[in-house]
């Protein structure tokens, strides 16, 4: 299975720019997915393909990478964003997805 | 407007059978996969398997030999069914949509299974 590695939690100011990364125990191409989840939510849909904008996300969202890492950026991060966030590979079965990044705002 | 809910008892004993239903709307189950994703309380998200739009379906191997997913078109429901549940099966079950790019676009709101005598 494609092993997914993400930094637990992240912890910034409203306003700052901050960036998640997503590590892949191999290459995925840019079969990559990013996600919210906000508390007692489901997941809802970021950036997909890597660096492509779900439509109805803000701009404020971008994503990057390409075959084993890949970032989400948020600039500049809002209170509202206090989410978890997730990268999910669909290169390849199991689909798989990243423990998430908790990001808090101070 | 794409639509996905699922519904299913809350409480299932030790060692039996999870049925769960995903009733979608807004789209056809013939021409869009759907997935089930589930979620352990406080932890991560954990791919169950899909119902493709041509009737296939695939699983995760660390399941595939408890977990069935299967459809009636007819109704717009996907169904998953899941044998010898244990308490490590507990938590909130999600049927997804996947449009263009494999990526799930849709979300269904979840439903809670907690797996307790």
């Known amino acids: 299975d494609t092993v997914l590695t993400q930094s637990p939690a992240l912890a910034v100011s409203p306003g700052e720019r901050v960036t998640i990364s997503c590590r892949a125990s191999?290459?995925?191409?840019?079969?990559m997915h990013w996600y919210q989840q906000k508390p007692g939510q489901q997941p809802t849909l970021l950036i997909y393909l890597a660096s492509n904008l779900e439509s109805g996300v803000p701009a404020r969202f971008s994503g990057s990478g390409s075959g084993t890492d890949f970032t989400l950026t948020i600039d500049p991060v809002e209170a509202d964003d206090t989410a978890t966030y997730y990268c999910?590979?669909?290169?390849?079965?199991?689909?798989?997805f990243g423990g998430g990044t908790k990001l808090e705002l101070k | 407007q794409v639509q996905l809910k699922e519904s299913g008892p809350g409480l299932v004993q030790p060692s039996q059978t999870l049925s769960l239903t995903c009733t979608v709307s807004?789209?056809?189950?013939?021409?869009?996969?759907v997935h089930w994703v589930r979620q352990p309380p406080g932890k991560g998200l954990e791919w169950m398997g899909r119902m493709r739009y041509n009737g296939d379906t695939s699983y995760n191997s660390a399941l595939k030999s408890r977990l069935s997913i299967s459809r009636d078109t007819s109704k717009n429901q996907v169904f998953l069914k899941m044998n010898s549940l244990q308490t490590d099966d507990t938590g909130t079950y999600y049927c997804?949509?996947?449009?263009?790019?494999?990526?799930?676009?849709?979300w269904g709101q979840g439903a809670s299974v907690t797996v307790s005598s």
């Open positions: 191999e290459s995925v191409s840019t079969l």
């Open positions: 999910q590979q669909s290169w390849n079965d199991p689909w798989t």
């Open positions: 807004g789209f056809s189950l013939t021409s869009y996969n």
């Open positions: 997804t949509r996947e449009t263009i790019a494999a990526r799930m676009d849709a």
